[in-house]
């Protein structure tokens, strides 16, 4: 795959725009996971089960989901990493409007 050093430019504003459904990560094979804030459980993201349960376009970008841990209570965060790019990112919600990314 090698990484192309323009991807190192994009910001997380450049990877939501790319991918800002669940379809979208899933077609590109994003690795995805949550992280509690309290209590710190990792777990994975299944992309294909999340399409199936919530739609095509749900979008997981500025969204937290509750912690999987007995009597946790925190909030879980959603972190990605792009199959070009060479980190992870926390996915955060968009701070002004989504444009796509020039891909040419
Ligand atoms: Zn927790």
Not at 50 to 75: A, E, M, V
Not at 87 to 96: I, P, S
Request: with cysteine.
């Amino acid at each position: 795959m090698g990484h192309n050093p323009k991807y190192r430019q994009w910001t997380v504003e450049s990877w939501r725009g790319f991918a800002p459904t669940v379809s979208d990560m899933h077609r590109y094979q994003w690795a995805t996971y949550a992280m509690c804030q309290r209590c710190a459980l990792e777990i994975d993201v299944n992309l294909p089960l999340l399409i199936r349960t919530k739609g095509r376009d749900y979008s997981l970008w500025g969204r937290t989901t509750s912690c999987r841990r007995r009597f946790c209570g925190g909030r879980m965060w959603f972190f990605t990493h792009p199959h070009r790019a060479e980190g992870w990112f926390m996915m955060e919600a968009a701070k002004r409007p989504v444009t796509p990314p020039d891909t040419a």
